[in-house]
Nanobody, 111 residues
Framework: QVQLVESGGGSVQPGGSLRLSCAAS????????MAWYRQAPGKQREFVAS???????NYADSVKGRFTISRDGAKNTVILQMNSLKPDDTAVYYC?????WGQGTQVIVSS
């Protein structure tokens, strides 16, 4: 069983930055890739970025060059650094590992 706790959402103006964090716990939590997804109002949940145990990363085309995912193995935490934010990035962001999901954290990008 894996438990995920997210933090770091909030409101920011276009062009700004936010940093999301997801802490994983549980006996199997160091064995899996971790990922971020997001869901905007009225839309389906979509993939944002992922990082493997070996620190290989993958990004959605819409966030490449703006978002960076990283993993702190010692703390079993995954970070999503979001720069040059756009209004289209407004969504609830979810951390995911294997079959587990976090509770979500709201990101609002608006002037």
């Amino acid at each position: 069983q894996v438990q995920l706790v997210e933090s770091g959402g909030g409101s920011v103006q276009p062009g700004g930055s936010l940093r999301l964090s997801c802490a994983a716990s549980g006996s199997m939590s160091r064995l899996y890739s971790m990922a971020w997804y997001r869901q905007a109002p009225g839309k389906q949940r979509e993939f944002v970025a992922s990082v493997t145990v070996g620190n290989m990363t993958n990004y959605a085309d819409s966030v490449k060059g703006r978002f960076t995912i990283s993993r702190d193995g010692a703390k079993n935490t995954v970070i999503l650094q979001m720069n040059s934010l756009k209004p289209d990035d407004t969504a609830v962001y979810y951390c995911q590992m294997f079959l587990s999901w976090g509770q979500g954290t709201q990101v609002i990008v608006s002037s």
